[in-house]
């Protein structure tokens, strides 16, 4: 079965940095596009940033564009968000997704903001 396995969140100082990752297994990794996401508290949950199936082609969300990276290793089945500068706003519930007509999520990683 699909499974999308999110980790690296934590609690980073204003300004600091965290890499994500999201292991994906249950189907071929190489032949899908992929999204990040994340929910904040109180808030509706908002794109982060797009991937291509090849890894060639990535869009983001313009509160985080300069400042976060995503990226994917197919021989890993893994899609990366390395996310730098920080700020409080940041502060969310980061998820992945697999995009398509059947789509499917990650359980989610938290990701704190804070000094």
């Known amino acids: 079965q699909v499974q999308l396995v999110e980790s690296g969140g934590g609690l980073v100082q204003p300004g600091g940095s965290l890499r994500l990752s999201c292991a994906a297994s249950?189907?071929?990794?190489?032949?899908?596009?992929m999204e990040w996401y994340r929910q904040g508290p109180g808030k509706e949950r908002e794109f982060v940033a797009s991937?291509?199936?090849?890894?060639?082609?990535?869009t983001y969300a313009d509160s985080v564009k300069g400042r976060f990276t995503i990226s994917r290793d197919n021989a890993k089945k893994t899609v990366y968000l390395q996310m730098n500068s920080l700020e409080p706003e940041d502060t969310a519930v980061y998820s992945c997704?697999?995009?398509?007509?059947?789509?499917?999520w990650g359980q989610g990683t938290q990701v704190t903001v804070s000094s």
């Open positions: 997704k697999r995009v398509g007509v059947n789509s499917y």
């Open positions: 249950g189907f071929t990794f190489s032949t899908y596009n």
């Open positions: 991937i291509s199936a090849a890894g060639t082609r990535t």
